[in-house]
DNA sequence: TAAATAACAGTAACTATTACTATTAGCTTG
DNA sequence: CAAGCTAATAGTAATAGTTACTGTTATTTA
């Protein structure tokens, strides 16, 4: 990762400030209006095209709601969870490397990444 | 499930029929084009209004693409790879129920569902 | 400091999906 | 089994999220 050649920008930079600012998992709308408020002229074509270069570069990940995709500024391996009462999402763990790495093993696969979300009700909710 | 008064439809089982024909995981597009040899003047509303009814009612779930929603007709759980050198689809299974009771014990969460995508390179393009 | 071009703002276009409307066709009940 | 109720339909318009295009600006490099 990382490989690619990026100039500087303050549209990227800032749109990662404000992804790192948040533990919402905000889809690039969401993004768009933050950023707004320090760059009042950016355009929403800046965002999504410096929030695909921020996951190609590795800086973000994302994550897939139902349509929308949402980001992540909360890179190291984790899961997500999303409360079909209240809509929260949360960054929970439950899969680790070594399920992954054991069925590489039994398998012919060769498993690049992977992507566990999970819905029910949240604590908050209960 | 299936608790959902829903009249008997032609269009509606065609769907299904063509949906249980494959072993691809479609997007609604690729379903209305099948769908159409058998009913030529079928509208992709009623491909897209039927889908998620048979969603709803639990015949087939659907699976997250990046950006589109596909559709499958094993309802079994299981998990989904998808081939990042030929963009085919796997059913595969590394995820069961153990994994989520035992993080249900361990907090306050109540997950209801989980969805779990793979991807990498399959056993064919290795 | 000038040339090369990545990144930009603004806007148009595209794609997947949903909503709307008038019509058709399953189902229920007398 | 005919009449009435309304779910489901075809066809079309609208919406939302995202990507592509164009002329301009700004970062890098030599």
Request: include cysteine; aromatic fraction near 8%.
């Amino acid at each position: 990762m990382e490989s690619i050649k990026h100039r500087y920008s303050r549209q990227r930079e800032t749109i990662l400030q404000v992804l790192r600012g948040t533990l919402e998992h905000p889809n690039a709308d969401w993004i768009y209006n933050k950023t707004r408020r320090i760059i009042p002229n950016i355009s929403l074509g800046t965002v999504y095209r410096n929030l695909s270069q921020l996951v190609e570069s590795g800086r973000i990940i994302r994550i897939k709601d139902d349509a929308v995709i949402r980001y992540d500024a909360n890179i190291k391996h984790h899961d997500h969870f999303r409360c079909t009462s209240c809509g929260r999402w949360y960054d929970i763990e439950i899969l680790d490397n070594t399920v992954i790495e054991s069925f590489n093993k039994k398998h012919k696969f060769h498993i690049e990444a992977f992507n566990l979300e999970l819905e029910g009700v949240c604590e908050i909710c209960l």
